[in-house]
């Protein structure tokens, strides 16, 4: 049973690029939410997707969008990259059952963005 | 300002002892807490998770205790081992009028837990 997949693993990207991260959710999984994990911090919730909409937002600007497609994979796009950007970026997937969610989150290893 | 804190860096603790982890959280909205364990080069994984409405809930070696009083949580790890060896990440979560978490978890900074053999 495949875990949650990230791509690319590492890449350096240059201060104004724009970046794709892609996700695969865990077999089974529907909703995909993404983190941002600076150098000696915590994960910060970005978004989360569910049934290929934003569900919901964390405090993050209009650079950073995201899309989830049919079959649940989901990608992470940021714009006009700054230094700060960056970052490792993990994807985690739950299923969202009607009713209760535990907030148990499987996490990918994440992606390392460089930005130059 | 965090919402989540754990104040302790880093921990070295002996096999064998216990470990203890602490976290504080400030949102009063906050009714469900969970504990990531995090290995280098891999994403964090679940540990175990506690509501509100307990104080105490126990899994193995791991025992996660809740003070709503105070704001704190603590994570127990009895006895420690080795493997243990990991950044250890509290986390936090609203939960919804139908008493699900809204999805969006708060960390903290994350602790360092070092067991030496």
Same mark, same amino acid.
């Given at each position: 049973?495949?875990?949650?997949?990230?791509?690319?693993?590492?890449l350096?990207?240059?201060?104004?690029?724009?970046?794709?991260?892609?996700?695969?959710?865990?077999?089974?999984?529907?909703? +995909?939410s993404?983190?941002?994990?600076?150098?000696?911090?915590?994960?910060?919730?970005?978004?989360?997707?569910?049934?290929?909409?934003?569900?919901?937002?964390?405090?993050?600007?209009?650079?950073?969008s995201g899309?989830q497609?049919?079959?649940?994979?989901?990608?992470?796009?940021?714009?006009?990259?700054?230094?700060?950007?960056?970052?490792?970026?993990?994807?985690?997937?739950?299923?969202?059952?009607?009713?209760?969610?535990?907030?148990e989150?499987?996490?990918?290893?994440?992606?390392?963005?460089? +930005?130059l | 300002?965090?919402?989540?804190?754990?104040?302790?860096?880093?921990?070295? +603790?002996?096999?064998?002892?216990?470990?203890?982890?602490?976290?504080?959280?400030?949102?009063?909205?906050?009714?469900?807490?969970?504990?990531?364990?995090?290995?280098?080069?891999?994403?964090?994984?679940?540990?175990?998770?506690?509501?509100?409405?307990?104080?105490?809930?126990?899994?193995?070696?791991?025992? +996660?205790?809740?003070?709503?009083?105070?704001?704190?949580?603590?994570?127990?790890?009895?006895?420690?081992?080795?493997?243990?060896?990991?950044?250890?990440f509290?986390?936090?979560?609203?939960?919804?009028?139908?008493?699900?978490?809204?999805?969006?978890?708060i960390?903290?900074?994350?602790t360092?837990?070092s067991?030496?053999?």
């Amino acid at each position: 049973d495949a875990g949650v997949t990230q791509s690319p693993t590492h890449l350096i990207k240059t201060r104004g690029q724009q970046v794709t991260l892609r996700c695969s959710p865990k077999s089974g999984h529907d909703t +995909v939410s993404w983190y941002q994990q600076a150098l000696g911090q915590g994960p910060q919730f970005i978004f989360q997707y569910y049934e290929e909409e934003e569900r919901q937002r964390g405090n993050f600007p209009d650079r950073f969008s995201g899309h989830q497609f049919p079959n649940y994979s989901s990608e992470l796009n940021v714009n006009a990259l700054l230094l700060g950007d960056s970052a490792l970026y993990l994807c985690a997937s739950s299923l969202t059952p009607t009713g209760f969610f535990t907030g148990e989150l499987f996490f990918g290893e994440g992606s390392r963005l460089t +930005v130059l | 300002d965090q919402q989540v804190k754990q104040n302790s860096p880093s921990l070295s +603790v002996q096999e064998g002892r216990i470990s203890i982890l602490n976290c504080d959280y400030t949102n009063s909205m906050f009714d469900y807490f969970l504990w990531y364990k995090k290995y280098p080069a891999e994403g964090p994984t679940f540990l175990i998770s506690i509501s509100s409405i307990k104080d105490k809930n126990e899994d193995g070696r791991f025992t +996660v205790f809740l003070n709503k009083s105070a704001k704190h949580l603590s994570l127990h790890i009895v006895p420690s081992q080795p493997g243990d060896s990991a950044v250890y990440f509290c986390a936090a979560s609203a939960l919804t009028s139908y008493g699900g978490s809204q999805g969006n978890l708060i960390f903290g900074k994350g602790t360092k837990l070092s067991v030496k053999p």
